[in-house]
């Protein structure tokens, strides 16, 4: 199957984009300045990220889709406001995570971020899930980019008016050179932004217009960095088939309403393991020194016994440090409990802290 | 002083005496990143020609260092283990890697001057 590329390709290779493939989209992993410069400048400026491999999925439909819906997702979606978004997850039957997603309620029904390499089967599951009752469109006329960094607001509410008073998780539909684009206050570096779902004939001169204002194309590389100081999950690394949120540490995003009513897929293994507990949990982990343990590296406890895995890894640069995020026996999930990171053969110190590494700074509520 | 060679891994190396300088390429750190970590050899360990003798990881990947010569490590840079940037900073100079003591002065013959590892870099890379 050929690559697909983005509508922004023509712009990341004028910006000396290196590519990578990426669920089968060509995309920019890194500029020239690299992966430290392009993080370091998002924490501290604004950097704009081409997203368009991400689905965006429409779901048209009213109060019966919101009850169709909530038998899909541990959300209360009923009393969730207009254009407002939550963070949710497509489970099977044994709560194993298809896909993690954010989910926002539009006056049309529901536009679903799904993650690129599991939008076609998520689009496969959800249709036949819904019955095929209601009017769903994968759109690919769309591009997605996220503008992120504390300078973002600022530069974005420039070039298209009162987006600085959106509050975080929450959107709202604009103009673009008489386009209709839907913004969202949300993102996925930790840091406050936006993400602007646009015509695919009309984001490379947002894109053009927004670098003009002094912010910066960032890479996938960047990404990476970025979510995982943040402590942000990575489909396929930190979540996968074999892991229910409980395990992944995201009961926060269960909704505790729908939990009391257990009719959701994957509810009965969801509240059986939270009054039961489960044996695996993710956590973050702080290698000690500079030693990067990265994914499958296996980690063990004092008495030596195999107790986990590194699911992500890398050098976190606004920490300069390694950071690292994995499961591990729940008896050993204890902040500052010690472990061990076998690398390269020898065992080197960590231990279980406390996730996010870098604090994030969303606008909360900014009227 | 001898001419530096080049090896097909990317590393370069500079004899002076018996004692060679090894480090990786300009166009390695390139390829590579921003280098944020970097392991070195033991001082007074052995190493064989085309064998492993140290790691430097970018933020992406993890990549092994091989040394160009056998000989035993006579030297190591601590300063590009407490700070790797400097790897991508200067690496044909100050951020060498290790020195050796050179077991056998016919394996310089293998490696590649600068021209030929200048093309031969160009054309991998293409």
Redesign the interface.
């Known amino acids: 199957m050929e690559t697909k590329k983005t509508s922004l390709y023509q712009l990341h290779q004028d910006c000396n984009a290196k590519f990578v493939e990426f669920a089968g989209y060509q995309m920019p ?2 500029y020239s300045e ?4 392009e ?1 370091k400048f998002t924490r501290n400026h604004s950097g704009i990220f081409d997203v368009s491999h991400m689905g965006q999925l429409f779901i048209y439909g009213g109060e019966d889709l919101i009850k169709d819906l909530e038998k899909i997702f541990p959300l209360d979606l009923k009393n969730l406001k207009l254009n407002h978004s939550k963070y949710s997850f497509l489970m099977d039957k044994d709560a194993g995570i298809h896909d993690d997603l954010i989910i926002t309620k539009t006056n049309e029904g529901f536009l679903i971020i799904l993650n690129a390499a599991c939008k076609d089967n998520d689009f496969k599951i959800l249709k036949e899930l819904l019955e095929d009752k209601y009017k769903m469109v994968l759109d690919e006329n769309r591009s997605l980019i996220a503008i992120q960094g504390p300078k973002s607001s600022e530069i974005l509410n420039d070039v298209i008016n009162g987006v600085k008073d959106l509050n975080f998780m929450s959107g709202n539909w604009f103009t673009f050179e008489n386009q209709k684009v839907y913004i969202t206050r949300s993102g996925y570096t930790g840091e406050d932004g936006f993400e602007i779902s646009i015509a695919n004939d009309f984001v490379d001169q947002l894109t053009r217009e927004l670098i003009n204002k002094g912010s910066k194309l960032i890479g996938l ?1 960047a990404r ?2 970025l979510r995982l100081e943040a402590g942000l999950c990575l489909y396929g690394h930190d979540l996968d088939k074999d892991k229910t949120p409980v395990e992944a540490n995201l009961k926060w995003a269960i909704s505790k309403e729908r939990i009391s009513k257990g009719d959701f897929i994957g509810s009965d293994i969801i509240i059986k393991q939270l009054n039961d507990g489960v044996s695996k949990i993710r956590v973050g982990i702080k290698p000690e020194g ?3 343990a ?1 994914e499958k590296t296996k980690i063990f406890n004092q008495s030596d016994d195999h107790i986990g895995e590194i699911t992500s890894g ?2 976190g ?1 606004s920490v300069n440090g ?1 950071v690292a995020m994995g499961y591990v026996e729940n008896e050993f999930s204890k902040k500052d409990t010690k472990v061990f990171l076998e690398v ?1 053969g020898k065992k080197h110190p960590a231990s279980i802290c406390s996730l996010p590494f870098y604090k994030k700074s969303y606008v909360k509520g900014v009227n | 002083m001898s001419e530096v060679k080049y090896s097909k891994e990317h590393e370069w190396i500079k004899l002076d005496g018996d004692v060679a300088t090894i480090g990786i390429t300009k166009h390695a750190t390139e390829m590579l990143g921003d280098i944020v970590f970097a392991e070195l050899p033991e001082k007074g360990s052995s190493v064989e020609k085309d064998g492993t003798a140290g790691v430097v990881e970018s933020t992406k990947a993890a990549s092994d260092v091989y040394t160009p010569v056998s000989g035993e490590v006579v030297d190591t840079n601590q300063a590009i283990v407490d700070d790797p940037s400097k790897i991508n900073q200067d690496p044909e100079d100050s951020a060498w890697f290790f020195k050796l003591k050179i077991k056998d002065p016919s394996e310089m013959d293998t490696l590649m001057n600068k021209d030929d590892y200048d093309k031969f870099a160009k054309e991998t890379s293409a």
């Not at chain 1, 690299?34 to 410069?37: A, K, M, N, S």
């Open positions: 992993i890194q690299g992966i430290v410069e993080h590389g990476d960095t500079r030693i990067i990265r890398t050098f640069p390694p390269r």
